[in-house]
C-alpha cells in the first residue's frame, strides 16, 4: 500500500526506517517537526538523500562560507555567476563567457570503475549545460593505490575508459588534467572531473522554477532503477520487500543519449523555450523538483506516475531517488510547450509533462491521485542540517614535521646522483601518462590549441580574434598531508603558474575538495586548514571560487586518504597564436631557469622514489607574490613573441622540467647547474638543485635576440632569472660535467612505467 499524506497523518507512531537511510535521531525528528507529522516514506526517502552529506555538505557549509566572502570579480571583470549556480560562469570579454566547474565520483568509480568515472564526466557535463552553455572541453584528476597494487589494475583501466569512452563518445576533447599513486588512496582511488562551456552573456541560465501555471517537463532517459542503492531508500528494503533485493548503487551511462541531449537542450535554449532548467545529478527527482521550487518564486505540483519508466515494477519511493543518467528537468511556458515538444521529437528525446508550478510554498507530489509528499522544498533542499564538526589538530603531525626529508641521504658521487635521477625519472608520480592520456581524444571539434603533456588545455574561442581560455587542474595530497594549509595553497600556486606559463591569464579557480571522515576530528582540521589556504591565497591571487565540490568519508577502514584539494583554473588569453609551447624547439636557444631553488626536498619525488616512499618535513614554501610576478612576465612574453618554450617546475624538480621539455621535441639540452638561482642563505649542492621542488619556477628557452627584452621583463617584474644553458638539438641531456642522460634511453624509461604494469 502507498504510504499517504494522510495515512502518515493518521498513524504517526509507525515505526520508520530512518536510520537504516543515513539519518540521526535528532535528524528524522527535525523532519517530523518541520512537517508536523511522521513523513511518508517518499518523504522520508527525499529527506534522507537530500540531506545526506553528498547533497546538503552538512558538515562542510560552515566552512565553505568562506569562499562566499571573496570578492566576486576576476581581473577581467565581475562573475557573471558564482557559488549556489551549477557552475560559475566567467566573462571572458569579446561578450563570450565561460562556465566550468569540478566534482568529484569517487565512491562509485571504485565499485564500478566504468561507469562511475563514465558518469562522473556525464554529471559534470550536464551541470554546465544547464547554465546555458554548450560544452567544450573536459579534464580529469585521478589517484590510484601504488601503482602495482593488484586492485590498481582494476580500478585504473576501468576508469581511464570510463573517462575516455564517455568524452570521445560526446565529441569532447580531454585537454588536461593528472594521474598519481599513493597508497592512501588504495581501495578509494579520487576520480575529480572538470567541464568547461560556452556562452554569451545573454544565454546565462539559471535553476528556478518561477510562473505559476508554467509546466514542469522530464526529458530525456527513462528512469530505471540504476544509481538508487548508493544513498536512497534501498538501504533498507521495508518500503517494499518484493522488490529484487539489489540494484546496483552505480549509474549506468549512455553518452550518445546525452549527445542527443546537448543538442536538444542548445536548440531549446536557442528558441528561448526554457524559463528555468535544472541537470538531475544526485537524489535524481527528489533533488530536481525540490532545487527548482525551492529557488523559484512558487510551489510546484507533480504527477509522479506519468514519469517514464525503464522498470515498470519501481515504486514510488524508487523514482524519486533513481539516479538513472542523461536526465534534464525544464520549467516551461503553456503556449511554448508544443514548440518544446517538437524541438524533443526531433531529436529523438523523450520528454513528458510531469507537473506544474503552482502557487503558494508547497512542493506536492502525486502517485495514481494520492499525495505522497508535501513538504515545503526549501526544508528539503536548502534548509538541511548544519554540523560544526569538532576540530583537532592532529598529534601526529609534529613527528612527521620533524622528519625532513632535507636529513636523508643524498648522492655523494656522479654515478650515485645519476642513479637517483634515474629513479625519479621511472618514479609512477613524475612517469609519462601518456598510457591513459592516449586513451581520450585531445583535438575532437578542432579548438585545442595545447593539450596533454602540455602544463595547461588551451581552446580556442574565437577563431578571427584568436581569443581563448586556458585550464589546469592540480593537486598534491603528499604536501597537504605534511601542512594542509600550505598544501592547498601549493596547488593553488601550481594551477595558477600551469596557466600563466602558456601566456594565458588566470582569473578564476573551482574546486574539488577530497578528505577522509568529517566524523575524525583531525580531518575536519585538514579540511579547515585546507579551505584557509585557499581562502587567503585566492584573495592575493584575486582568483575568485566560482564553485566546487567536496566529497567526505574517502577512507578504506580507518585510515583516510591524504587530504586531496584539487584545484581547477581557468585562465584567459587574448590570442591564442601567442601562446608559450611546453618543448624545447630550437637549437642555440638559451636555457633560462626563472625564480630561486631553495632547500624544498620534502614531499617531493626525490622522497619518495628514492627513499622508499619517505613522507615528512614540511612542504615548499609559498610566495604567492612571487607567482603573480612570474605570471606577469610569462604573459608579457607571450603577448611579444619572446620565448620559444616555457615549463612550469613541479613534481620532480628541475630535472623532470628538463626531461619533460627535451622529450617533447627529442631536442637535447647542456646545462652547468654551477649556476641555478639559489633562496638567500640557502646552500645548493646537486641534489637541491636537480630535484628541489621549490615553488614559483619555470623553465624557458630564447633566442638571444630576445633575451635583452626578457631580461628587461624580469628586472621590472622582480623576477630572478638565470642563463644555465642551451639547446642543444643532440639526443641527449648534458647535466654539466656530472652525467648524461640519452634521450632515447630516458624515452624509454619514462614512458614504459605504465605499460609495464598495466599491459
Known amino acids: 500500500m502507498v504510504d499517504t499524506v494522510e495515512n502518515a497523518r493518521s498513524t504517526p507512531e509507525s515505526e520508520q526506517p530512518w536510520a537504516e537511510l543515513g539519518l540521526k535521531q535528532d535528524e528524522y525528528e527535525r523532519i517530523r517537526e518541520i512537517l508536523g507529522r511522521r513523513p511518508t516514506s517518499a518523504e522520508l526517502a527525499m529527506y534522507s538523500v537530500m540531506w545526506s552529506e553528498h547533497c546538503s555538505y552538512k558538515s562542510s557549509k560552515v566552512h565553505l562560507k568562506r569562499f562566499g566572502a571573496l570578492e566576486q570579480t576576476t581581473p577581467r571583470g565581475p562573475l557573471l555567476a558564482g557559488i549556489g549556480e551549477n557552475a560559475g560562469v566567467v566573462d571572458?570579454?569579446?561578450?563570450?563567457?565561460?562556465?566550468?566547474?569540478?566534482?568529484?565520483?569517487?565512491?562509485?568509480?571504485?565499485?564500478?570503475?566504468?561507469?562511475?568515472?563514465?558518469?562522473?564526466?556525464?554529471?559534470?557535463?550536464?551541470d554546465i549545460l544547464a547554465m546555458g552553455a554548450r560544452p567544450i572541453g573536459v579534464m580529469d584528476s585521478l589517484r590510484f593505490g601504488e601503482l602495482d597494487a593488484p586492485d590498481t589494475a582494476r580500478t585504473l583501466p576501468g576508469i581511464v575508459s570510463g573517462v575516455g569512452g564517455y568524452g570521445n563518445c560526446l565529441g569532447l576533447p580531454n585537454v588536461g588534467g593528472e594521474v598519481s599513486f599513493h597508497e592512501s588512496y588504495y581501495g578509494n582511488p579520487l576520480v575529480n572531473a572538470l567541464c568547461v562551456g560556452l556562452l554569451k552573456h545573454e544565454d546565462l541560465h539559471r535553476a528556478f522554477a518561477s510562473g505559476t501555471g508554467n509546466k514542469v517537463i522530464l526529458y530525456g532517459a527513462a528512469t530505471g532503477g540504476d544509481g538508487i542503492g548508493g544513498a536512497s531508500i534501498l538501504?533498507?528494503?521495508?518500503?517494499?520487500?518484493?522488490?529484487?533485493?539489489?540494484?546496483?548503487?552505480?549509474?549506468?551511462?549512455?553518452?550518445?543519449?546525452?549527445?542527443?541531449?546537448?543538442?536538444?537542450?542548445?536548440?531549446?535554449?536557442?528558441?528561448?523555450?526554457?524559463?528555468?532548467?535544472?541537470?538531475?545529478?544526485?537524489?535524481?527527482?527528489?533533488?530536481?523538483?525540490?532545487?527548482?521550487?525551492?529557488?523559484g518564486d512558487g510551489g510546484m505540483h507533480v504527477e509522479l506516475d506519468v514519469v517514464p519508466l525503464?522498470?515498470?515494477?519501481?515504486?514510488?519511493?524508487?523514482?524519486?531517488?533513481?539516479?538513472?543518467?542523461?536526465?534534464?528537468?525544464?520549467?516551461?511556458?503553456?503556449?511554448?510547450?508544443?514548440?518544446?515538444?517538437?524541438?524533443?521529437?526531433?531529436?529523438?528525446?523523450?520528454?513528458?509533462?510531469?507537473?506544474?508550478?503552482?502557487?503558494?510554498?508547497?512542493?506536492?507530489?502525486?502517485?495514481?491521485?494520492?499525495?505522497?509528499?508535501?513538504?515545503?522544498?526549501k526544508t528539503v533542499a536548502h534548509e538541511g542540517p548544519v554540523y560544526e564538526r569538532p576540530l583537532a589538530r592532529p598529534a601526529w603531525i609534529d613527528e612527521v614535521n620533524a622528519n625532513s626529508a632535507s636529513n636523508l641521504p643524498r648522492a655523494t658521487t656522479d654515478e650515485g646522483l645519476l642513479d637517483q635521477a634515474w629513479a625519479v625519472i621511472s618514479s609512477p608520480l613524475s612517469a609519462d601518462k601518456s598510457w591513459v592520456t592516449n586513451q581520450y581524444d585531445r583535438y575532437v571539434?578542432?579548438?585545442?590549441?595545447?593539450?596533454?603533456?602540455?602544463?595547461?588545455?588551451?581552446?580556442?574561442?574565437?577563431?578571427?580574434?584568436?581569443l581563448g581560455i586556458a585550464l589546469s587542474l592540480d593537486a598534491n595530497?603528499?604536501?597537504?598531508?605534511?601542512?594542509?594549509?600550505?598544501?592547498?595553497?601549493?596547488?593553488?600556486?601550481?594551477?595558477?603558474?600551469?596557466?600563466?606559463?602558456?601566456?594565458?591569464?588566470?582569473?578564476?579557480?573551482?574546486?574539488?575538495?577530497?578528505?577522509?571522515?568529517?566524523?575524525?576530528?583531525?580531518?575536519?582540521?585538514?579540511?579547515?586548514?585546507?579551505?584557509?589556504?585557499?581562502?587567503?591565497?585566492?584573495?592575493q591571487l584575486g582568483t575568485p571560487v566560482t564553485g566546487g565540490n567536496v566529497s567526505f568519508y574517502n577512507q578504506t577502514g580507518a585510515t583516510p586518504i591524504l587530504p586531496t584539494p584539487t584545484v581547477g583554473m581557468l585562465g584567459v588569453i587574448d590570442d591564442v597564436a601567442k601562446r608559450n609551447p611546453m618543448g624545447f624547439q630550437h637549437?642555440?636557444?638559451?636555457?633560462?631557469?626563472?625564480?630561486?631553488?631553495?632547500?624544498?626536498?620534502?614531499?617531493?619525488?626525490?622522497?619518495?622514489?628514492?627513499?622508499?616512499?619517505?613522507?615528512?618535513?614540511?612542504?615548499?614554501?609559498?610566495?604567492?607574490?612571487?607567482?603573480?610576478?612570474?605570471?606577469?612576465?610569462?604573459?608579457?612574453a607571450s603577448r611579444e613573441g619572446l620565448v620559444s618554450s616555457a615549463h612550469d617546475l613541479s613534481d620532480g624538480g628541475l630535472l623532470m622540467g628538463l626531461v619533460e621539455s627535451a622529450l617533447r621535441h627529442h631536442q637535447g639540452v647542456a646545462l652547468t647547474l654551477d649556476s641555478?638561482?639559489?633562496?638567500?642563505?640557502?646552500?645548493?649542492?646537486?641534489?637541491?638543485?636537480?630535484?628541489?621542488?621549490?615553488?614559483?619556477?619555470?623553465?624557458?628557452?630564447?633566442?638571444?635576440?630576445?633575451?635583452?627584452?626578457?631580461?628587461?621583463?624580469?628586472?621590472?617584474?622582480?623576477v630572478p632569472m638565470e642563463r644555465i644553458g642551451e639547446v642543444t638539438g643532440e639526443d641527449s641531456i648534458e647535466v654539466s660535467s656530472l652525467f648524461s642522460l640519452p634521450l632515447d634511453k630516458v624515452r624509454e624509461v619514462w614512458s614504459g612505467v605504465l605499460p609495464k604494469v598495466l599491459g
Request: aromatic share 6%; with cysteine.
Open 445 to 466: 571539434r578542432g579548438n585545442s590549441v595545447l593539450a596533454q603533456p602540455e602544463d595547461s588545455g588551451m581552446l580556442r574561442i574565437d577563431e578571427e580574434t584568436g
Open 235 to 295: 538501504a533498507s528494503e521495508t518500503f517494499d520487500d518484493t522488490k529484487p533485493s539489489k540494484r546496483p548503487s552505480v549509474q549506468v551511462g549512455d553518452p550518445f543519449m546525452e549527445k542527443l541531449l546537448i543538442e536538444c537542450t542548445l536548440e531549446l535554449f536557442a528558441e528561448d523555450l526554457i524559463s528555468g532548467i535544472q541537470d538531475f545529478g544526485a537524489a535524481g527527482i527528489s533533488c530536481a523538483t525540490s532545487e527548482l521550487a525551492s529557488a
Open 587 to 636: 637549437p642555440g636557444d638559451a636555457l633560462v631557469l626563472l625564480g630561486r631553488t631553495g632547500d624544498d626536498l620534502s614531499g617531493s619525488v626525490w622522497a619518495d622514489a628514492v627513499h622508499d616512499g619517505h613522507l615528512g618535513g614540511m612542504p615548499p614554501t609559498v610566495d604567492l607574490a612571487a607567482e603573480q610576478a612570474l605570471a606577469k612576465v610569462m604573459i608579457a
Open 92 to 126: 571572458i570579454g569579446q561578450g563570450y563567457a565561460v562556465t566550468f566547474k569540478a566534482e568529484s565520483h569517487n565512491h562509485p568509480s571504485y565499485v564500478e570503475p566504468y561507469q562511475g568515472a563514465a558518469t562522473g564526466v556525464g554529471g559534470i557535463v550536464r
Open 310 to 377: 525503464r522498470d515498470p515494477t519501481l515504486s514510488p519511493e524508487e523514482i524519486l531517488m533513481s539516479e538513472s543518467q542523461e536526465r534534464m528537468m525544464a520549467v516551461v511556458e503553456p503556449a511554448k510547450v508544443e514548440r518544446f515538444m517538437q524541438i524533443c521529437a526531433k531529436w529523438d528525446v523523450q520528454a513528458t509533462v510531469v507537473g506544474e508550478v503552482t502557487e503558494g510554498d508547497r512542493l506536492i507530489i502525486d502517485w495514481h491521485g494520492q499525495t505522497i509528499v508535501d513538504v515545503d522544498p
Open 676 to 718: 641555478v638561482p639559489a633562496v638567500d642563505g640557502v646552500a645548493l649542492d646537486d641534489t637541491l638543485k636537480l630535484f628541489s621542488e621549490s615553488a614559483g619556477r619555470a623553465l624557458v628557452t630564447l633566442s638571444g635576440a630576445s633575451m635583452p627584452r626578457f631580461e628587461q621583463l624580469c628586472a621590472e617584474h622582480g
Open 477 to 539: 595530497g603528499r604536501y597537504c598531508y605534511l601542512n594542509p594549509y600550505l598544501g592547498a595553497q601549493l596547488a593553488l600556486a601550481e594551477s595558477y603558474r600551469n596557466v600563466a606559463v602558456t601566456g594565458a591569464e588566470p582569473v578564476a579557480i573551482t574546486d574539488c575538495l577530497n578528505f577522509g571522515s568529517p566524523e575524525d576530528p583531525e580531518v575536519m582540521w585538514q579540511f579547515l586548514e585546507a579551505i584557509m589556504g585557499l581562502v587567503d591565497g585566492c584573495r
